[in-house]
């Protein structure tokens, strides 16, 4: 059984930076997919990045390109988020979540094993 906790979130103004963490209890990550979604009110949950756990590859929603960063700590079992240039639509409940198996897809929600409990991002214009 595998434990996500994120940390981080908070309220910001437009423009500024938050670091979400992801941190992984239970058991190690050796390989798999550790993505970083979203949800916003009255909307569906979207992908916002990811990170193959083995090679370190990532793939980035268009929409943060440039102002995101996914990395991993392989030590610490932990992944991180850095938000940069904040926008007010950043704002949403952001979960981080692992597949056991990379199928070429990173953006389904359903094809995620472990989810965790949510942390609240808050972004004021």
């Known amino acids: 059984q595998v434990q996500l906790v994120e940390s981080g979130g908070g309220l910001v103004q437009a423009g500024g930076s938050l670091r979400l963490s992801c941190a992984a209890s239970g058991r190690t990550f050796s390989s798999g997919v550790l993505g970083w979604f979203r949800q916003a009110p009255g909307k569906e949950r979207e992908i916002v990045a990811a990170i193959r756990w083995t090679f370190g590859t990532t793939y980035y929603k268009d929409a943060v390109k440039g102002r995101f960063t996914i990395s991993r700590d392989n030590a610490k079992n932990t992944v991180y988020l850095q938000m940069d240039s904040l926008k007010p639509e950043d704002t949403a409940v952001y979960y981080c979540?692992?597949?056991?198996?990379?199928?070429?897809?990173?953006?389904?929600?359903?094809?995620?094993?472990?989810w965790g409990q949510g942390t609240q991002v808050t972004v004021s214009s």
């Open positions: 979540a692992h597949k056991t198996l990379y199928d070429g897809s990173w953006s389904e929600p359903l094809r995620y094993n472990y």
